[in-house]
């Protein structure tokens, strides 16, 4: 015989403290998402060394290898300043599907000459398509994790988008010595454009709540200025490590230093994880200021070059850092502004990355040529801890851009 409970009796109230049921990560639409995300990357870094070679090997010399990667990372920056305007105006869907056409198209093309002005703009065409597809997609995948998983969130969008440019990348050189150029090409185009057919699926508009916040307001606003000051600081040490570190060590260390450039973003794959997971039961302010701190402790322990342990030991510590910097400042970013200024902060963020790295591999350069590279790797570190005022301030937290200033 079924029972059925008494009417009459009062139900029981829920207790407070029992713990909340988390809300889930991998819905339908983020996995997605992760479709359009490995297209555009896995585009992206297989020709980022291809594109150099061919420009070298058709006539134009180790100078027209660095004009192309310099095209593409100026369109992409400067690309990634206009995006957050086009998705307000045009939504996720049509911006990301634009870029990933902008990324794959020109791809098809790249080896129908071999003349450095045709490279450059397959090059800066490209770059833009790569600077759409950041701001677009990464707005839209922020918009897709629930604010109480933010971090967790960010850290596994950081795997998923990081795992095609360690396969890519070295993929796409070793495809040019088996089958050549133009199929290599045609691969990175394809890959992209048949990521485009993902897009339809996600959501679009309907996530974009709140006030739009441009990139000047958010350049103007401490709030968001301040962990994206913080994070150039790191970036900048990381494109110095990765440009100067083989060069910088004794010769007897060459294979040491490929072993540490393996253990620096698998230290920041961990650490970004741990971040994640931290920040969001406590908080992802208080994180940004030990990020910093172990990035640049890991650099100034790295700047002992004539000891492999202080080398090894140095790069991991970075690499931990460097990974807290990355989420904690990523996160507290789209903490502090409603949905509709998640293309911002991707923007701001991104240029962050990309602007630090550039400058730090340039400057290094120079700075190196007058001091030596153990010297240069600790003024790096002190250059970095200017940086420890703002991610002091950013230990207490700030509510939401919702004033003027996010108009």
Known sequence: MTTSADPRRPSRPEDPAAPKARPPLLTRALMLRFVSMIGASTSFFLLLSVVPLYARESGGGGNAAGLTTGALMLSTVLGELA????????????V??????????????????GGLPWIAAVCLVRGLGF???????????????????????????????????????????WLVDQVGYGPVAVSGGVVALIAIASVPGLPDRELM????????????????????????????????????????????FAELAAVALFLQPAASTVARWAAGRHGDRHGSARLVLPG???????????????????????VTLFGAGFGVAQNSTLALMYSRVPKAGYGTVTALWNVAYDAGMGIGAVGFGFLADRTGYPWAFALTAGLMLTATLAAWRDRRGE???TGPEAA
């Open 83 to 94: 995006a957050p305007r086009l998705v307000a105006r045009f939504g996720y869907r049509l």
């Open 209 to 252: 709540s709140g006030r739009s916040v441009g990139v000047l307001a958010g350049l103007r606003t401490a709030a968001l200025a301040r962990p994206a000051g913080v994070f150039a600081a790191t970036a900048l040490a990381a494109g110095i490590l990765v440009t100067f570190l083989p060069i910088a060590v004794p010769d007897r």
């Open 399 to 401: 509510p939401a851009v």
């Open 96 to 113: 990301l599907s634009a870029g990933l056409l902008l990324l794959g198209a020109p791809a098809l093309a790249l080896t129908a000459s």
């Open 131 to 173: 600077a759409l597809t950041i701001v677009a997609g990464g707005a839209l995948t922020a918009s897709l994790i629930p604010d109480e998983r933010r971090g967790e969130g960010l850290a596994l969008v950081g795997v998923v988008s990081g795992v095609p440019s360690l396969v890519a990348l070295p993929l796409g050189v």
């Open 292 to 314: 910093l701190l172990l990035s640049a402790a890991g650099m100034l322990i790295t700047s002992l070059t004539h000891s492999a342990v202080a080398i090894v030991v140095g």
